[in-house]
């Protein structure tokens, strides 16, 4: 039996089309916030690119607020067969977002220690869990960024 790989896309850009914080003066010590995930995967450029949006939002009224969406465009490798809808989902869980995570990870990191505070840390989830995430493929540009993770 042939294995078929999953990570059949490679990431050609990563950008950060928004990027807000904003702090109190007095931040409560320890400071715990909590983030809404959202996420939209665009399948309109399918076979040849997956654009994926990864935001992460502060929850309700809290000291310290971010809002970040950052966008990954991910093009597939050459040679590869043409991704179905499983091959498109086992990539972004199992590749994308972990690709992604770190370097939404560490710009909040970098930001947050800019403004005079403890850095925060944004740990990877364990798992992305499809669920959770309520991934939705969208091949309508105006469609908005649909799922959260707590």
Known sequence: MKTVSTNRFKM????????????????????????????????????DQLQIHLKTETIEDQPFKISVLMVGIFDLIDGEPDPDPKAVDDFVINHALFSMWPLMASTVRQISARMGMEPLK??????????????????NAESGLIGVHD
């Not at 950008?15 to 399948?43: C, D, H, K, W, Y």
């Open 12 to 47: 050609s850009e990563a950008f950060f089309p928004v990027l807000s914080f904003s702090r109190a003066g007095n931040l409560p010590e320890p400071l715990n916030i909590q983030l809404r995930i959202q996420l939209q995967v665009r399948t309109d450029k399918l076979p």
């Open 122 to 139: 944004m740990a990877p989830p364990a798992r992305f869990e499809i669920d959770d995430l309520e991934i939705t493929m969208s091949k």
